[in-house]
Nanobody
C-alpha cells in the first residue's frame, strides 16, 4: 500500500496561486492513477483532477478546468496540483488519492481510490 503526504497548502489572496504536492512513499507513482479532491466546510468531497499512471491522460472538473493543472514527476515520485486564479470558494482541505492500476486510466470518483493523504488546508482570502 502506498502512503501519500500532501504539502503546499496555505493562505493566499484571491487571484493568487499555490502549488500543492503529493508525495508517494512505499510504491512508485508510475504504478498508480492519482486524483486530487477537496472538501469545503459543510460540503461534500469534490473531485478536482486526475492523472494516469504514465501522466499522458488527465481530466478535470468543470469548476477548476483552466485554472488548476495536475502533473506528475516520476523521478521525484510526486504529483502536483497547480492552483491559479484562486477564488474564495476554493477554500477547502485538499486531498490526493491513488490507486494501483495496470492501465492508463483516469478516475474521477472517490470510490475509485483506496489510498488517501491526510490533506492540506488552502485558504483564499478576499
Amino acid at each position: 500500500q502506498v502512503t501519500l503526504v500532501e504539502s503546499g497548502g496555505g493562505s493566499v489572496q484571491a487571484g493568487g496561486s499555490l502549488r500543492l504536492t503529493c508525495e508517494a512513499f512505499g510504491r512508485p507513482f508510475s504504478m498508480h492513477v492519482v486524483g486530487w479532491f477537496r472538501r469545503a466546510p459543510g460540503k461534500e468531497r469534490e473531485f478536482l483532477a486526475t492523472i494516469s499512471r504514465n501522466g499522458d491522460f488527465t481530466e478535470y472538473s468543470d469548476s477548476v478546468k483552466g485554472r488548476f493543472t495536475i502533473s506528475k514527476d516520476a523521478g521525484k515520485n510526486a504529483v502536483y496540483l497547480q492552483l491559479n486564479t484562486l477564488k474564495t470558494e476554493d477554500t477547502a482541505i485538499y486531498y490526493c488519492a491513488a490507486e494501483s492500476t495496470g492501465t492508463q486510466t483516469v478516475r474521477t470518483t472517490s470510490t475509485g481510490y483506496t489510498a488517501w493523504g491526510q490533506g492540506t488546508q488552502v485558504t483564499v482570502t478576499p
